[in-house]
């Protein structure tokens, strides 16, 4: 079955900069990739995702990449603030297919003032 | 509009007691999926409707673990004989079909003493 590898595991970046987050995937047949973010005592919220007919979606700050070649995936932070401060989850799914999606084990981003 | 609720938000039972965990999914979702989420970890699925397919129950980690969904609206999800190990925070999210994003609640906090 699919495993979704994602690092860092903490980051940790001064207000302004960019911050990155990787994940690796291994089923070639997935062909949806979600990035949640999820702050203390709530659930994931959905922030951006990309299907595989695509290499790359931006939303104001927030963009994703994807090489479906070497099976993997990138969320990119432009110009953090302090509220983007949350845990970070991207996945991955077959969709057509059960929809089950199948999550990486989190990035803690901590933006500093 | 009104999210996915789960009650209760917050669970403390004893080793060997059975609990029951609700979902209400967002109305008019066909699908409903369980995580569960460990502490500082990512999500493990346990168990996905699909309108009226079987469910997908690839992920429950033994048979006290199950699930049902009424109606194709409110789901259960019980542990029988709980044990420290299933402490943890229950994950519900809903999505329109199988092909739209996942909407989650803010989970169940379960601590099984």
């Known amino acids: 079955g699919e495993n979704v590898e994602q690092h860092p595991s903490t980051l940790s970046v001064q207000e302004g900069d960019s911050a990155v987050i990787k994940c690796t995937y291994s089923?070639?047949?997935?062909?949806?990739f979600p990035w949640y973010k999820q702050e203390l005592g709530k659930g994931p919220q959905l922030i951006i995702d990309?299907?595989?007919?695509?290499g790359e979606k931006k939303d104001q700050r927030i963009a994703v990449t994807l090489n479906k070649t070497a099976k993997h995936f990138s969320l990119h932070i432009t110009e953090t603030q302090p509220e983007d401060s949350a845990v970070y989850f991207c996945a991955a799914s077959i969709r057509n297919q059960g929809g089950k999606l199948i999550f990486g084990q989190g990035t803690e981003l901590s933006v500093k003032p | 509009g009104a999210g996915v609720s789960q009650s209760p938000s917050n669970k403390v039972t004893e080793k060997g007691k059975d609990v029951e965990l609700r979902c209400d999914p967002i109305?008019?979702?066909?699908?409903l999926y369980w995580y569960r989420q460990s502490l500082g970890q990512g999500l493990e699925f346990l168990i996905y409707?699909?309108?009226?397919?079987?469910?997908?129950k690839s992920g429950l980690p033994s048979d006290r673990f199950s699930a049902e969904r009424t109606g194709g609206s409110v789901s259960t999800l019980t542990i029988q004989r709980t044990q420290q190990e299933d402490s943890a925070v229950y994950l519900c999210?809903?999505?329109?079909?199988?092909?739209?994003?996942?909407?989650f609640g803010n989970g169940t906090r379960l601590t099984v003493t």
């Open positions: 990309i299907r595989s007919n695509v």
């Open positions: 089923d070639s047949a997935s062909n949806y």
């Open positions: 999210a809903s999505s329109a079909s199988m092909n739209s994003p996942l909407h």
């Open positions: 109305s008019g979702h066909t699908a």
């Open positions: 409707f699909q309108g009226n397919s079987a469910p997908d």
